[in-house]
């Protein structure tokens, strides 16, 4: 079955840090990695996504890596903030199931004021 | 506005008891899903629909029934609950399968099975 392996699963940061979640995917014929934050309470929202023919993407203080050799995509936090505090998820289309997205186990992120 | 609708929020029940969890959108999306989260294993795939009458299993479809008969519901059933069915549950919807297409989900459906 196929998996997204996401690291690590808690994070704890001080107001200012730069959080840094990591993703690695296995085979997959669609380009197309998104990111969706998770508060409590809610439902996972889509927060940013890119296609690989970038090797980043920037929204805001929100930033996609991602690096298609090495099958590994992360995403970068700038100048967090204790608003940022939620679960977020990584996902991958999937490569034989019609591009189903294939979710992460999630990271429970902290931000410390 | 639109969005996902789900409920109960909250559900306890006992084992064996058949339960309904409803879910509707507004969007007039084809895709429709249904997923579980349980804390280290993320979000799983129960079962998913392309479109109306269309239906196929996710990666954990065991004890699990959907059904999709308008465009708008896809409701989860749960036939025979049992304690491993304790979850947090979520339906999402999009305007298309997987590709590209933002998946707009509920705020989730927290059921306990004793």
């Known amino acids: 079955q196929q998996q997204v392996k996401q690291s690590p699963q808690s994070l704890i940061v001080q107001k200012g840090g730069i959080p840094i979640i990591n993703c690695a995917y296995e085979?997959?014929?669609?380009?197309?990695f998104p990111w969706y934050q998770q508060f409590p309470g809610k439902g996972p929202a889509l927060l940013i996504a890119?296609?690989?023919?970038?090797s980043e993407k920037k929204e805001g203080r929100f930033t996609i890596s991602f690096n298609k050799s090495a099958k590994q995509f992360s995403l970068h936090i700038m100048d967090s903030q204790p608003g940022d505090s939620a679960t977020y998820f990584c996902?991958?289309?999937?490569?034989?199931?019609?591009?189903?997205?294939?979710f992460g186990q999630g990271t429970e992120l902290s931000v410390k004021p | 506005e639109a969005q996902v609708t789900q409920n109960p929020r909250y559900l306890i029940t006992v084992t064996g008891k058949k339960l309904t969890v409803t879910c509707s959108q507004n969007?007039?999306?084809?895709?429709m899903s249904w997923y579980r989260q349980d804390p280290g294993l993320g979000l799983r795939q129960i079962y998913y629909?392309?479109?109306?009458?269309?239906?196929d299993k996710g990666d954990v479809p065991e004890g699990y029934k959907v059904s999709r008969k308008e465009k708008r519901n896809f409701p989860l059933i749960l036939e025979s609950p049992s304690p491993n069915q304790t979850s947090l549950y979520f339906c999402?919807?999009?305007?298309?399968?997987?590709?590209?297409?933002?998946?707009?989900f509920g705020n989730g459906t927290r059921l306990t099975v004793t």
């Open positions: 999402a919807s999009s305007l298309l399968a997987g590709d590209r297409s933002p998946l707009h």
């Open positions: 085979n997959t014929a669609f380009d197309y």
């Open positions: 890119i296609r690989p023919d970038v």
């Open positions: 996902a991958a289309p999937s490569y034989n199931q019609g591009g189903k997205l294939i």
């Open positions: 969007m007039n999306h084809e895709y």
């Open positions: 629909s392309m479109n109306v009458e269309v239906t």
